[in-house]
């Protein structure tokens, strides 16, 4: 019962890491980018909601509400404004400014907060858990983290198959100049792409700090498991994001409970095996479309 509540666990973790990793896996498939500040963008998240939720009566919830929106829209502005004068210079150039603006939030936010940690206050979630017998105790908080996972993945999956928007989304990720001799404009469809971004990883950040306290150091912490989970999933593919953070939660709940310094060792190992024989990762891209 050991061993398999582990694997519950890891399961559940797995989701709070796909739902990092789904924005960043969204901007790669898109614009074949990688944004260095992904991971710190979460902690300018939930650093807001902290501020939102302590200094109005909105609460947490009412700070989530606010704040992944308002983020979504940020995102847009961010990549018309940084990263798509980046794109045009060259891939280099889009890692560069993404690693400067990673380098500005955890400066910015240690001037502004302090070094201190932070936790956001989700109410009765933070101790509410289902018991499902045999020892095995699930936390409301990470079902719901679970759920939120598979909910944003799957209106990802659909945006992008059913609606107009979404096909160009995948016309301009393909050809952006074929996209264009039929009317599309990549720079808007991309600031689509990273409005989605920044909207999921928001999300992403407010749940782990209900779940975790959070500092302003942290985010190349978020954005290293967040990679890993794309690159276990496939590159690009939305499903291969959801089981590559399944798996990278599952090394690291059974790692620990084999001995707790291999937390961190045991997913760090399974991403560099599949890096070594599959490199394509679990669910390559081509097999979601």
Known sequence: MIWLNAIVQGLLLGGLYA??????????GVMRIVNLAHGDFAVLAAFLAYSVATATPLGTLGATLVIVPAFAVFGYFVQRGLIQRALAVGPLSTLLATFGLSIVIQNALQQAYSADTKALN?????SASLHLGGGIDVAYLALITFGLAVLVLVGLQLFLKITRTGRMLRAAADDSGAAALVGADSRHLYGIATALAFGTV??????FAMRSSFDPSIGPTRLLFAFEAVVIGGLGSLWGTLAGGMVLGLA??????????????????????????????????RSTQ
């Open 252 to 285: 690291q709940t059974l790692g620990a409970q084999y001995d707790p310094a291999f937390t961190l060792l045991a997913g760090h190992l399974v991403f560099l095996a599949v890096l070594a024989f599959r490199p394509q990762g679990l669910i390559p891209a």
């Open 122 to 126: 989700p109410g009765s979630l933070v």
């Open 19 to 28: 739902l990092f990793a789904c924005g960043l896996s969204l901007m790669f």
């Open 202 to 207: 928001a999300l992403a950040g407010l749940m």
